[in-house]
């Protein structure tokens, strides 16, 4: 299994980033697929995840409203759609499936 993020960043408050995970090595359109985050001096945190079909979607309250998580099983990417980013969304974010982790990527957050 191999996962790999991209698309971090530095962005101003209230602006927007998409991130992407490129997925290979096991069959993707079977499982759900999930974004972690981790800012610095804190445990590691769950973000959001989506099913294999993409119809069952759930967020942290933390991100609800803002972020959007979207997946296409043909091209075996799942994205982070970001908006109205705050400097407390700084963080590494990871993408994850099972056991399963990215290198993560960086998302800065600051004016």
């Known amino acids: 299994v191999q996962l790999a993020e991209s698309g971090g960043g530095l962005v101003r408050p209230g602006g927007s980033l998409e991130l992407s995970c490129a997925a290979s090595?096991?069959?993707?359109?079977?499982?759900?697929m999930n974004w972690h985050r981790q800012a610095p001096g804190k445990e590691r945190e769950w973000v959001a995840s989506?099913?294999?079909?993409?119809?069952?979607?759930k967020y942290a309250d933390s991100v609800k409203g803002r972020f959007t998580i979207s997946r296409h099983n043909v091209k075996k990417t799942v994205s982070l759609q970001m908006n109205s980013l705050k400097p407390e969304d700084t963080a590494v974010y990871y993408c994850?499936?099972?056991?399963?982790w990215g290198q993560g990527t960086q998302v800065t957050v600051s004016s």
């Open positions: 090595g096991f069959i993707f359109s079977l499982y759900p």
């Open positions: 994850n499936t099972r056991s399963s």
């Open positions: 989506i099913d294999s079909t993409g119809r069952i979607i």
